[in-house]
């Protein structure tokens, strides 16, 4: 009888073997199937993406950052022995040192660096003749800070000015945060380092002309007004060139009767809004009808419709709001920026200075985390995003290359209305 049990016990485990090994197979052969399945997925999803990628590089190439050319029509052949000149001026939005970039910049033995946001954007605005921004921060003795009463440390400015801006408007609504002492020392740091300027009404001379390939262009500046503008002083009021229809009639005419082209800067609009208030388009109008050639806006913050308007004096071209030039403002509308491109052509057979050409280069301000040794900066919005889709996935995230094709998509719906 026991010889029996351990017979039974004996069959009993080849059976059991018998099943685990069934068991196994089956396992091996189902994990199989499963790794061919994903495998065949990730492919499919791999393959799915370089399309795509392909398919937006694509539509990037296609895409066209111009806003204004000559026809045929409007060029005049000349039989004149004297060519035509072409002059290039580039403009910004407001140039801001928000707190955030305060601290990314500042080093252990207390100095500031800020080289590296720009270093991306040097080339795009190098062969320009004058290159034009808004500086919507002070340079004062007081202590720094990016909001509320605006004061940067003087590395800021170097670091605009190597940057290639040439010529800045100090009108803004914070130009009187430390009164009209602070607009002397911000207008003193500027010139001492290079800049010219434009905005103020400190000297008698309120109209900054250039002279640039024997053409004379001319710059003139406005804010709407100025923060907690009822604690400033009527002193204080007057250093700054605030809009007023009487001020800037006769700012225009001396421009008219000492320059043959005229560019306006308007620090104006509403806060974050994508299209121009109505009270920008009667000021343009103004503008327009007392001789304005190019206005060119800033203060929303963001990117605002830009529109060529024919006249009886030529093409005059309006860009609502240019944005910012550089900022840690954390809204994604804030960070698309651009660099604005305008062509002007000094014709030779009559000296008339015509709008020949406008363009852009699209412009992001990339956010690397607080984390990151060099957390802001400037990035050609276009050309990393067609990078990207080319094959290059390394040169940002997934998640940031989304963010620049939004950003695309934004300033083509809003330079376009």
Same mark, same amino acid.
């Given at each position: 009888m026991a010889r029996n049990r351990r017979n039974k016990r004996s069959g009993s485990k080849k059976i059991t073997d018998y099943i685990s090994f069934k068991t196994f197979i089956i396992l091996v052969i189902v994990l199989v199937l499963i790794i061919i399945a994903c495998t065949s997925i990730i492919r499919y999803r791999n393959q799915q993406d370089i399309e795509m990628l392909a398919k937006q590089k694509e539509e990037l190439d296609k895409q066209i950052e111009e806003i204004f050319s000559e026809t045929e029509k409007t060029i005049i052949n000349s039989n004149s022995n004297?060519?035509?000149?072409?002059?290039?001026?580039? $403009?910004?939005?407001?140039?801001?040192?928000?707190?955030?970039?305060?601290?990314d910049a500042k080093q252990k033995d207390n100095t500031y660096t800020f080289d590296y946001m720009f270093q991306n954007i040097t080339s795009y605005i190098k062969n320009s003749d004058i290159v034009l921004g808004t500086m919507e921060t002070n340079f004062t003795a007081n202590p720094y800070s990016g909001y509320g009463n605006r004061n940067s440390p003087k590395e800021f400015g170097m670091a605009v000015k190597k940057s290639g801006i040439n010529l800045v408007s100090i009108s803004t609504n914070h130009s009187l945060d430390y009164g009209i002492n602070g607009l002397k020392e911000t207008k003193k740091y500027l010139q001492e380092i290079g800049f010219s300027t434009v905005g103020d009404r400190l000297e008698?001379?309120?109209?900054n002309i250039q002279k640039i390939?024997?053409?004379?262009? $001319?710059?003139?500046s406005y804010t709407y007004g100025v923060e907690d503008s009822s604690s400033k002083s009527k002193k204080d009021l007057e250093s700054l060139n605030i809009f007023n229809e009487k001020i800037a009639k006769e700012d225009l005419e001396y421009a008219k009767e000492n320059a043959d082209y005229i560019f306006v800067i308007m620090h104006w609009g509403d806060d974050y809004a994508t299209v121009q208030s109505k009270e920008q388009e009667k000021v343009a109008n103004f503008l327009i009808e007392n001789g304005a050639n190019v206005i060119l806006g800033n203060h929303p913050a963001v990117i605002q419709p830009m529109e060529v308007r024919e006249t009886d004096n030529g093409d005059v071209f309006i860009a609502y709001s240019l944005g910012n030039y550089i900022s840690s403002i954390n809204y994604e509308a804030s960070k698309v920026e651009l660099v604005l491109n305008i062509e002007l052509r000094k014709r030779g057979e009559d000296g008339k200075i015509v709008l020949s050409k406008v363009d852009y280069t699209p412009i992001y301000v990339l956010d690397n985390g607080e984390k990151a040794k060099n957390r802001y900066e400037l990035i050609d919005m276009k050309g990393v995003a067609k990078e990207y889709a080319g094959g290059n996935t390394s040169i940002v995230d997934k998640k940031t290359y989304n963010k620049l094709l939004d950003g695309l998509k934004l300033l083509k719906e809003v330079i376009g209305r």
């Open positions: 004297k060519p035509d000149r072409v002059i290039r001026i580039s $403009a910004v939005g407001d140039i801001l040192c928000g707190s955030e970039m305060l601290e008698k001379e309120t109209v390939k024997d053409a004379k262009i $001319a710059f003139l």
